[in-house]
């Protein structure tokens, strides 16, 4: 198993920024991708970034490309996501996710483990 915990999120403001931290432990050698996801009421769960694990490739939402970064601290296992330029349509529910597939893991049904989430909302 997994454990994955959120944090970071709140209102802001368009045009801030904010920095979203995901603490994973358990059995963390088994993942190979870690992502961030977003979900808006009612709409549904959509991928922000994904990434290898290990430090391979990153792929970007066309929405975010720009305005986010990910970077990670694997000696604490945990994920970063950088957002700026925040504008309210960033605005949902963000989810940190690990996949044990593979590195190249991208889309909801590739995960396997997911945090609470984290609310962010930007105001306009």
């Known amino acids: 198993q997994v454990q994955l915990v959120e944090s970071g999120g709140g209102l802001v403001q368009a045009g801030g920024s904010l920095r979203l931290s995901c603490a994973a432990s358990?059995?963390?050698?088994?993942?190979?991708?870690m992502g961030w996801f977003r979900q808006a009421p009612g709409k549904e769960r959509e991928v922000v970034v994904s990434t290898s694990w290990r430090g391979g490739s990153t792929r970007y939402a066309d929405s975010v490309k720009g305005r986010i970064t990910i970077s990670r601290d694997n000696a604490k296992n945990t994920l970063f996501l950088r957002m700026n330029s925040l504008k309210p349509e960033d605005t949902g529910l963000y989810y940190c996710?690990?996949?044990?597939?593979?590195?190249?893991?991208?889309?909801?049904?590739?995960?396997?483990?997911w945090g609470q989430g984290t609310q962010v909302t930007v105001s306009s």
């Open positions: 996710a690990a996949s044990t597939a593979g590195e190249m893991a991208h889309f909801p049904n590739e995960y396997d483990y």
């Open positions: 358990g059995r963390t050698y088994s993942i190979y991708a």
